[in-house]
């Protein structure tokens, strides 16, 4: 979790002097208090001037923070500040201060995640769909409505007014709401405006669910025609006018797996040349001894659209996608990935539910260990491996939760799972997706690769629970389907522990697992 701070400065329109100009900030503590600090000089370093903040602030700002900036290079984007040379006299800077972490959630210090800026979504469907505000006449209207609790006949033009807002709103979570999700959205405006609600209809918002989805559709239409990636992308599919393109319903390129940002629009300013530029600047930056990786973070989070159009809109294979952008073979650009996609903390999430569900699914492994049959024999043999381990630490139990969360789902993780001879090399042909390290025992092994389609991507990961939220993340990052044995298991990672629902609903054995773990 983040909290963060603005500092609003002016930017610089007047001539550099030869002279050392005096700093002069406005500091936002919150968003509704500004408070202003002066510099008669430049610090020599940021450590200098989080120090001086620090104690302009007290105790405001008591803890550890880092700053960004409004890069002008990069069309006023937030940077993170390394250099003080980098600041100019009078800009934008940012404070984010991070909180800190238990040991069970805790991020490793090289991951670098993004603050996803304006043109990007901030969250997912929610739970309560907020109702927006509607046009001056149509809120007088509705306000009557409500007063009088008479049910309200609409002109053609507010009832448009009405779902041009909705969609608009709609959108700004999901271009493709499901069924479920626009029925909410619809549930939601006769609740919070009751003289909407029609007469003869068991659920009184029914219609509306109706209207809102032609309305959808023909939102979506008009935002493919003015350029939208996220659906401009599935355009052009057979027609009268294009009889031998692909069927309509084929081949929909759209967010499954609860992403966010699944295609976004090119950044202010940015187009494919000049993302392309900032491509080869990774790739140059990786060749290198000593990697920045904060220039590698930052680049990263400005070359995002560009990456998702190759992913998604190209459709390259993954050897292809890394030859392009090789930073992805990073542990803590994954993490930064997945967080750009979905606005999720991979590391902390993960391992903060995990943690938490992970005792009383060891009580349920050792109930069902007694019964007979073949899931009852694979946990027998999993818990005696397990309780012979000399150290029973927190990722002793996590590998165990990993191993066991198949068994007890009735999936097959051979091909998911694989160990190999070190002094022989593993076959990796063919490999969709799966985790490779050597001897049998998952508990004391330190050395894990991942390989998706033929191709190592991330080496020398220390434990299981490690390699697999990189496995996870990296099929976010390449648009990947879960492995076909290993379906539930994939959802119950996305739904119940990431927390990444999609409005569909969870296969028996996934629903019943969730619903032992949130037993007391």
């Known amino acids: 979790m983040h909290v963060s701070f603005y500092c609003v400065l002016k930017q610089n329109i007047g001539t550099e002097m030869a002279t050392p100009q005096k700093i002069v900030l406005r500091v936002h503590i919150a968003t509704d208090v500004a408070m202003k600090l002066t510099l008669n000089e430049r610090p020599k370093s940021v450590e200098e001037l989080k120090s001086i903040m620090k104690e302009k602030f007290k105790p405001k700002l008591n803890s550890d923070f880092d700053l960004q900036y409004e890069d002008p290079d990069f069309d006023g984007q937030l940077s993170v500040l390394v250099d003080m040379e980098e600041l100019p006299e009078k800009g934008t800077l940012k404070v984010v201060r991070a909180e800190c972490d238990e040991s069970s959630t805790a991020s490793s210090d090289t991951d670098i995640l993004p603050h996803a800026p304006l043109t990007l979504r901030q969250k997912s469907w929610p739970d309560s769909f907020p109702v927006p505000t509607f046009s001056f006449e149509v809120e007088h209207v509705l306000e009557e409505g409500n007063r009088s609790g008479k049910p309200l006949i609409l002109s053609r033009a ?153 992913i998604v809109k190209e459709d390259l294979p993954v050897k292809d996608i890394l030859t392009s952008w090789p930073a992805l073979r990073m542990e803590s650009q994954v993490f930064a990935e997945f967080h750009r996609i979905t606005n999720v903390n991979l590391r902390n999430q993960f391992y903060s539910e995990l943690d938490r569900c992970t005792p009383r699914l060891i009580a349920l492994l050792r109930q069902k260990a007694l019964h007979t049959g073949k899931m009852a024999l694979a946990l027998r043999k999993l818990l005696e491996t397990y309780d012979r381990q000399e150290e029973n630490d927190v990722n002793t139990r996590r590998t165990l939760f990993l191993r066991a969360l198949p068994i007890y789902l009735r999936e097959d993780a051979s091909e998911f799972f694989k160990t190999y001879n070190h002094e022989e090399e593993p076959d990796i042909a063919d490999t969709p997706v799966a985790l490779f390290t050597t001897g049998e025992n998952y508990f004391s092994s330190d050395s894990f690769f991942l390989v998706v389609e033929g191709e190592v991507v991330v080496r020398d990961l220390p434990r299981l629970p490690d390699a697999f939220i990189v496995s996870f993340g990296l099929i976010y990052a390449f648009n990947l389907q879960y492995p076909k044995k290993l379906i539930h298991m994939f959802t119950f990672v996305q739904k119940v522990l990431m927390l990444l629902d999609d409005g569909k609903p969870l296969k028996p054995c996934v629903l019943n697992l969730k619903n032992e773990l949130l037993k007391n």
Request: overall charge positive.
């Open 158 to 310: 507010q009832k448009h007014n009405i779902l041009e807002k909705m969609a608009e709103t709609m959108h700004s979570f999901k271009p493709y709401p499901n069924d479920k999700e626009v029925g909410k959205a619809a549930e939601a405006l006769v609740t919070v405006h009751p003289c909407l609600r029609e007469l003869g209809s068991d659920t009184g918002w029914y219609g509306w669910k109706v209207s809102l989805k032609f309305k959808m559709g023909n939102f979506c239409s008009k935002l493919a025609r003015s350029g939208c990636a996220e659906v401009s992308v599935n355009v052009g599919k057979r027609s009268k006018n294009n009889p031998d393109s692909d069927h309509p319903h084929s081949s929909i390129k759209r967010a499954r797996l609860s992403e966010v940002n699944f295609l976004p629009n090119f950044p202010k300013g940015e187009n494919q040349d000049t993302l392309k530029d900032v491509r080869l600047q990774i790739v140059q930056e990786l060749e290198k001894a000593e990697r920045n990786q904060v220039l590698i973070a930052k680049l990263m989070q400005t070359s995002f659209a560009l990456r998702r159009q190759d």
